[in-house]
T-cell receptor, first 114, second 116 residues
Framework: GDSVTQTEGLVTVTEGLPVKLNCTYQ???????FFWYVQYLNEAPQVLLK?????KRTEHQGFHATLHKSSSSFHLQKSSAQLSDSALYYC????????????FGQGTVLSVIP | DAGVTQTPRHEVAEKGQTIILKCEPV?????LFWYRQTKIQGLELLSY????????DGGAFKDRFKAEMLNSSFSTLKIQPTEPKDSAVYLC??????????????FGPGTRLTVL
């Protein structure tokens, strides 16, 4: 089956510095879509970014990610982290095959400190 | 447009009780999902419905967890009997179900369950 790996459980970064959250995946399907979800404390997960185009940069709210099928990755990056970015981030994969489920990674907590 | 709604927002149950959580998906969405969220396990899929038909019933959760979709706009998750290890946030989500490129799931605010 499909799998998504987020290697870091917790990433701590100082405000104003760049941040990168890693996401790699395994799937046997060709047509795929990727999502980054963000969940703020006591709120529901919500989509931050989504992409289905190889090697195309997607941006939203200062974050960006590029789907690289050659390396099976969809890392999330931001050039300057803000205190308000502190949250739980999930990477998720949707693959065709008669099933529209999302396969989620384990999640990464981003803590931005002053 | 109304998003996904879930009730109650908080539930406290004694061990052995039966509890029912409710979810209303986004109008027009064909797919509905129930998840359990914990700090240790992250998001775990409990059930998946497509057009009211049960597509997947999380294996590890089959014995005490039962989700139903009585109509296209309402679903319930019953936990019977509850155990302390069931304490978690239960999230409901829906999506259009039109394919992988439309698989974005919209989540409800969740129900925080505490079992004493």
């Amino acid at each position: 089956g499909d799998s998504v790996t987020q290697t870091e459980g917790l990433v701590t970064v100082t405000e104003g510095l760049p941040v990168k959250l890693n996401c790699t995946y395994q799937t046997t399907y060709l047509t795929i879509a990727f999502f980054w979800y963000v969940q703020y404390l006591n709120e529901a997960p919500q989509v931050l970014l989504k992409s289905s185009t190889d090697n195309k940069r997607t941006e939203h709210q200062g974050f960006h990610a590029t789907l690289h099928k050659s390396s099976s990755s969809f890392h999330l990056q931001k050039s300057s982290a803000q205190l308000s970015d502190s949250a739980l981030y999930y990477c998720a994969l949707a693959a065709t095959g008669g099933n529209n489920k999302l396969t989620f990674g384990q999640g990464t907590v981003l803590s931005v400190i002053p | 447009d109304a998003g996904v709604t879930q009730t109650p927002r908080h539930e406290v149950a004694e061990k052995g009780q039966t509890i029912i959580l409710k979810c209303e998906p986004v109008s027009g969405h064909n797919d509905l999902f129930w998840y359990r969220q914990t700090k240790i396990q992250g998001l775990e899929l409990l059930s998946y419905f497509r057009s009211k038909s049960l597509m997947e019933d999380g294996g590890a959760f089959k014995d005490r967890f039962k989700a139903e979709m009585l109509n296209s706009s309402f679903s319930t998750l019953k936990i019977q009997p509850t155990e302390p290890k069931d304490s978690a946030v239960y999230l409901c989500a829906s999506s259009s179900g039109l394919g992988a490129n439309y698989a974005e799931q919209f989540f409800g605010p969740g129900t925080r369950l505490t079992v004493l």
